[in-house]
Protein backbone atom coordinates (compact mmCIF):
# COMPACT_ATOMS: atom_id res chain seq x y z
CA UNK A 1 0.00 0.00 0.00
CA UNK A 2 1.55 3.74 -0.73
CA UNK A 3 0.96 5.85 1.92
CA UNK A 4 -0.28 9.45 0.73
CA UNK A 5 -1.28 12.01 3.12
CA UNK A 6 -5.54 12.14 2.48
CA UNK A 7 -5.53 9.06 1.23
CA UNK A 8 -8.49 6.80 2.57
CA UNK A 9 -8.13 3.94 4.51
CA UNK A 10 -11.01 1.51 3.82
CA UNK A 11 -11.55 -1.65 5.98
CA UNK A 12 -14.31 -3.98 5.72
CA UNK A 13 -15.85 -1.75 3.13
CA UNK A 14 -15.78 1.45 4.81
CA UNK A 15 -13.54 3.86 5.40
CA UNK A 16 -11.87 3.90 8.56
CA UNK A 17 -9.86 6.83 8.63
CA UNK A 18 -7.74 9.52 6.35
CA UNK A 19 -3.87 9.88 6.89
CA UNK A 20 -3.57 12.70 8.81
CA UNK A 21 0.30 13.76 8.86
CA UNK A 22 0.34 12.63 12.45
CA UNK A 23 -1.04 9.23 10.60
CA UNK A 24 1.52 9.00 8.32
CA UNK A 25 4.66 9.17 10.50
CA UNK A 26 2.93 6.66 12.91
CA UNK A 27 2.33 4.41 9.92
CA UNK A 28 5.85 4.87 8.69
CA UNK A 29 7.28 4.17 12.24
CA UNK A 30 5.62 1.21 13.06
CA UNK A 31 5.73 -0.32 9.48
CA UNK A 32 8.20 -2.81 10.78
CA UNK A 33 7.05 -5.95 8.72
CA UNK A 34 6.93 -9.90 10.54
CA UNK A 35 7.36 -12.80 8.53
CA UNK A 36 6.29 -16.39 9.75
CA UNK A 37 9.01 -18.71 9.94
CA UNK A 38 6.98 -21.53 9.31
CA UNK A 39 5.19 -20.42 5.77
CA UNK A 40 6.97 -17.19 5.21
CA UNK A 41 3.45 -15.19 5.53
CA UNK A 42 4.42 -11.42 6.41
CA UNK A 43 2.42 -9.34 8.39
CA UNK A 44 2.61 -5.66 6.87
CA UNK A 45 1.11 -3.54 9.36
CA UNK A 46 -0.01 -0.89 7.13
CA UNK A 47 -2.23 -3.25 5.63
CA UNK A 48 -2.75 -5.20 8.40
CA UNK A 49 -5.31 -8.43 7.97
CA UNK A 50 -8.91 -7.02 6.84
CA UNK A 51 -10.26 -10.26 6.56
CA UNK A 52 -9.53 -11.58 10.46
CA UNK A 53 -10.47 -8.26 11.42
CA UNK A 54 -7.32 -6.39 11.78
CA UNK A 55 -6.94 -3.05 10.99
CA UNK A 56 -4.67 -1.06 8.69
CA UNK A 57 -2.42 0.75 11.26
CA UNK A 58 -2.02 -2.31 13.65
CA UNK A 59 1.62 -2.71 14.26
CA UNK A 60 2.44 -6.54 15.03
CA UNK A 61 3.16 -5.32 18.91
CA UNK A 62 -0.67 -4.43 18.65
CA UNK A 63 -1.94 -7.59 17.65
CA UNK A 64 -4.18 -9.48 20.15
CA UNK A 65 -2.30 -12.19 21.97
CA UNK A 66 -4.54 -14.85 20.08
CA UNK A 67 -3.18 -13.80 16.44
CA UNK A 68 -2.38 -16.42 14.15
CA UNK A 69 -0.67 -16.76 10.48
CA UNK A 70 -3.80 -16.71 8.52
CA UNK A 71 -1.94 -19.26 6.19
CA UNK A 72 -0.42 -22.32 8.76
CA UNK A 73 -1.78 -21.08 11.98
CA UNK A 74 1.29 -20.81 14.41
CA UNK A 75 0.62 -18.15 17.17
CA UNK A 76 2.86 -14.79 17.26
CA UNK A 77 6.08 -16.12 18.55
CA UNK A 78 6.93 -18.07 15.45
CA UNK A 79 7.29 -14.37 13.74
CA UNK A 80 10.36 -12.75 13.06
CA UNK A 81 10.80 -8.70 12.65
CA UNK A 82 12.09 -8.50 9.00
CA UNK A 83 14.78 -5.76 8.21
ZN1 LIG B 1 2.56 -19.11 8.65
Known amino acids: MDLK ?3 EIY ?7 KITKLQFKKLQTM ?3 YVCDVCDWVYDP ?3 DPDNGIAPGTSF ?12 GVGKDQFSPVD
Open 5 to 7: FGK
Open 11 to 17: FEKKPLF
Open 31 to 33: DKK
Open 46 to 48: AVG
Open 61 to 72: EDLPDDFVCPLC
